[in-house]
């Protein structure tokens, strides 16, 4: 994150995600973890859709990574192709 306060401000927020959502702190944390990796920002409400759209197919934490890495296999291709969609639906 940049910096040890960053790092603080991150992980509370992590925290606070994972009581609002049906996910732990560890299922969060690999989460935002993997989207940062990609470059994207978890906080700027990216995981709380992707959350909201992996809660709607049921499969809980496989769901949530599964449709994680296939935006931030996009996103470092700066395109959306067939096989991210599909994977995604």
Do not use: C, H
């Amino acid at each position: 994150m940049g910096s040890s306060a960053a790092g603080e401000q991150a992980f509370a927020w992590i925290k606070q995600f994972a009581v609002d959502t049906p996910y732990s702190v560890e299922q969060t944390t690999r989460a935002f973890v993997m989207m940062k990796n990609f470059g994207l920002d978890p906080m700027d409400g990216t995981l709380k859709k992707v959350s909201d759209a992996a809660s709607m197919y049921g499969n809980g934490m496989e769901s949530l990574t599964r449709i994680t890495m296939q935006l931030g296999q996009a996103w470092g291709k700066g395109k959306l192709q067939a096989e991210d969609i599909n994977v995604m639906v």
